[in-house]
């Protein structure tokens, strides 16, 4: 079975930009959650959808959108880049209701 | 406000002999943790989990204690070996409004050297 997959690995853009960042998520798995690493700190809940709509959110501005497609992609969207937004973000998807994430290997942003 | 806390950002701990990664808590309603290992340039990987109605769980090498009156967990893996040597994230399942969503901790750098 394929697992979680991120594209792009790495990416840079300037202030101000807005980014897209993808994710595959792994057969069977019907939820998926977004998640914000910043250097030397633990994964923060952006949030997570489940049937194409977002059912919970983390601390995160509004500037922070996602989606999340028929066959359970989903796309993490940033409005109006800032510099603190420099981070690894992590998607994780999981079958309804578990409490185990699996992870993909993150796309890592860097804000200039 | 960290809800979640490992204190110490790095572990080294000679070939063989036992590792113990520390976690605490500081929310009573967290009913379920977990630990990550995280590889460079990987996502994180689950490893263990405990439920908040137990207070051990093993699986082979590795052994998750829970003290809930104290709200802290440990991580024991023994015998240690070189390949651990990555980066453990404690996690905490908060069930709010319906969704499931982690908490973790900054984690810790496990050196596993010969």
């Known amino acids: 079975e394929t697992g979680v997959t991120q594209s792009p690995t790495h990416l840079i853009k300037t202030r101000g930009q807005q980014v897209t960042l993808r994710c595959s998520s792994q057969s069977g798995h019907n939820t998926v959650s977004w998640y914000q690493q910043a250097l030397g700190q633990g994964p923060q809940f952006i949030f997570q959808?489940?049937?194409?709509?977002?059912?919970g959110r983390g601390n995160f501005p509004p500037r922070f959108s996602g989606l999340q497609f028929p066959n359970y992609s989903s796309e993490l969207n940033v409005n109006a880049l800032e510099l603190d937004d420099s981070a690894l973000y992590l998607c994780?998807?999981?079958?309804?209701?578990?409490?185990?994430?699996?992870f993909g290997a993150g796309s890592r942003l860097t804000v200039l | 406000d960290q809800q979640v806390k490992q204190n110490s950002p790095s572990l080294s701990v000679q070939e063989g002999r036992i590792s113990i990664l520390n976690c605490d808590y500081t929310?009573?309603?967290?009913?379920?943790f977990l630990w990550y290992k995280k590889y460079p340039a990987e996502g994180p990987t689950f490893l263990i989990s405990?439920?908040?109605?137990?207070d051990k769980n093993e699986d082979g090498r590795f052994t998750v204690f829970l003290n809930k009156s104290a709200k802290h967990l440990s991580l024991h893996i023994v015998p240690s070996q070189p390949g651990d040597s990555a980066v453990y994230f404690c996690?905490?399942?908060?069930?709010?409004?319906?969704?499931?969503?982690?908490?973790f901790g900054a984690g810790t750098r496990l050196a596993v050297h010969p």
């Open positions: 994780a998807s999981t079958p309804a209701g578990a409490n185990v994430l699996t």
């Open positions: 405990i439920s908040s109605i137990k």
């Open positions: 959808y489940y049937r194409e709509e977002e059912n």
């Open positions: 996690a905490a399942s908060e069930l709010s409004g319906g969704y499931n969503k982690l908490i």
């Open positions: 929310n009573s309603m967290f009913d379920y």
